[in-house]
């Protein structure tokens, strides 16, 4: 993609982007709060479901663009919590996962959408549009739970989360190594601003995927401390 055609990393055309989908999360949230039970389980499945859909589309366009599917694999952080929702909305209520998607996949899905990666690309490109609404329908899920107070926190659920995401990261850092691939982009930055400046301060190779790895335990405490601070002030 030539230089110039992109929308910017903090652009107006970014910065627009990003408040149309703050406002979608909150009319989502809003709506699934004053929601009977039933129509919340319709929310929960219809999320789910769009979520699997938007992955097999984007291997779909990959493949009928002759695109490198293998290394589109879905087996990015968001990719598993697009697999968490889906599994949350047909097995709800449960007391894991609900968790889980607050301090480990939500903090991920805001990040996407701060830190894009098609920033090089045009607003009306099918993957722009795909990165914003996969990962705006991430964060809607999850403040829905918490806002219609679903989430039941406890401390040690962070440990399990981050044993959660540990055993993800392992599992996708082998495949990593083995076929040559950077899922979850644990061995490269792949040009992300915010991955560069990681790795300029930690350094590459082994410093900078242990740096990913503190910086994951530090970022899903902070979203916990965050979060249980708005349960206490609303209670």
């Excluded at 099918?126 to 926190?153: D, K, N």
């Excluded at 406890?154 to 540990?166: E, M, R, T």
Aim: glycine letters at 6%; one cysteine or more; aromatic letters at 16%.
């Amino acid at each position: 993609m030539p230089d110039g055609y992109g929308f910017g990393q903090f652009s107006k055309t970014h910065l627009l982007m990003i408040g149309v989908t703050s406002i979608f999360i909150v009319v989502i949230s809003l709506l699934y709060s004053y929601c009977t039970l039933e129509i919340r389980s319709i929310i929960r499945i219809t999320i789910a479901i769009t979520l699997i859909v938007l992955e097999l589309m984007k291997l779909a366009v990959l493949y009928f663009t002759h695109g490198k599917v293998s290394e589109y694999i879905p087996l990015e952080i968001c990719s598993f919590g697009a697999y968490s929702i889906m599994v949350d909305a047909l097995f709800s209520p449960n007391i894991y996962i609900p968790e889980l998607l607050l301090v480990a996949f939500l903090p991920a899905a805001v990040i996407a959408l701060l830190y894009p990666t098609t920033i090089s690309l045009p607003v009306y490109n099918f993957y722009t549009l795909h990165q914003f609404i996969f990962h705006c329908l991430i964060v809607a899920y999850a403040i829905s739970r918490f806002a219609a107070g679903e989430i039941v926190f406890d401390y040690a659920g962070v440990w399990v989360s981050i044993l959660s995401i540990f055993c993800i990261a392992l599992f996708v850092y082998i495949i990593d190594v083995t076929c040559n691939r950077n899922f979850m982009f644990l061995i490269h930055d792949e040009g992300s601003s915010l991955l560069t400046t990681i790795r300029n301060i930690f350094g590459s190779g082994h410093k900078y995927t242990l740096a990913l790895v503190g910086i994951s335990v530090v970022v899903i405490h902070i979203f916990y401390f965050l979060f249980k601070l708005i349960e206490i002030l609303c209670n």
